[in-house]
């Protein structure tokens, strides 16, 4: 049974250049979660959907920042026109469902550096 | 909303002895989880235990245990028999109830150094 997997597991963007993070949940899973860690920082929510569906972007900036969750296919964080300041590690995480939650199943996580 | 804090920003033990990494929340939400990481330096994050809010007993998972004190809003994680392997930094995390279970909030995160 494959964990959750993300791709690539290193990105290097110029300054205004796409980033396009990618994430396949665990089989089964159709709930996906993205964070962000800063460096020396703890992960920080960004959004949490569900197939076709967006539950909770709480935690996404306003800006530059989109998430999918297809009917087919990876969910996707994209982050247009990146700046130095995007520069971190973004994780993905998935679930069965939402009605009991004892464990939450991370992928290796996407480094993404903007120079 | 929740919160959790870490006041251990490093430790340090000796290899074989028991460590506790200190974790208090701040919730309102009478349901809620708690969660702990381990994060090597390779950077990947491993969930080690879960302790449930309604949950009668202390969490335990091989050397793992959590020392749960609901009163007080502790959640510390105990290792025992150190190893040089659980060098690590180690995130304590909650989710509450609601519409989304996985949306966890994070403390600052405790650098863990076993010495041998």
């Known amino acids: 049974n494959a964990g959750v997997m993300q791709n690539p597991r290193h990105l290097v963007r110029r300054r205004g250049q796409e980033a396009r993070l990618r994430c396949s949940p665990m089989k089964g899973h159709s709930h996906v979660y993205w964070y962000r860690q800063l460096p020396e920082e703890g992960l920080k929510f960004m959004v949490y959907l569900q197939k076709e569906n967006i539950i909770d972007e709480s935690g996404m900036p306003k800006e530059r920042f989109s998430a999918e969750f297809p009917k087919e296919g990876p969910s996707i964080l994209r982050i247009q026109q990146v700046v130095r300041g995007d520069s971190a590690a973004y994780f993905c995480a998935s679930s069965l469902n939402q009605d009991t939650y004892t464990e939450a199943f991370f992928g290796q996580g996407t480094r993404l550096t903007v120079v | 909303a929740q919160k959790i804090t870490q006041t251990q920003p490093g430790m340090f033990v000796q290899e074989k002895e028991a460590v506790t990494l200190d974790c208090t929340y701040d919730?309102?939400?009478?349901?809620?989880?708690l969660f702990w990481y381990k994060q090597p330096s390779s950077g990947e994050m491993i969930f080690l235990i879960y302790q449930g809010s309604y949950d009668q007993q202390n969490a335990t998972e091989g050397r793992y245990s959590l020392n749960f004190q609901k009163a007080r809003k502790s959640a510390n994680l105990v290792i025992s028999a150190s190893q040089l392997g659980d060098s690590a930094m180690y995130f304590c995390?909650?989710?509450?109830?609601?519409?989304?279970?996985?949306?966890?909030?994070f403390g600052q995160g405790t650098i863990l150094t076993v010495h041998p």
């Open positions: 995390a909650i989710n509450a109830g609601g519409t989304s279970y996985g949306k966890l909030t």
């Open positions: 919730t309102s939400d009478p349901s809620y989880g």
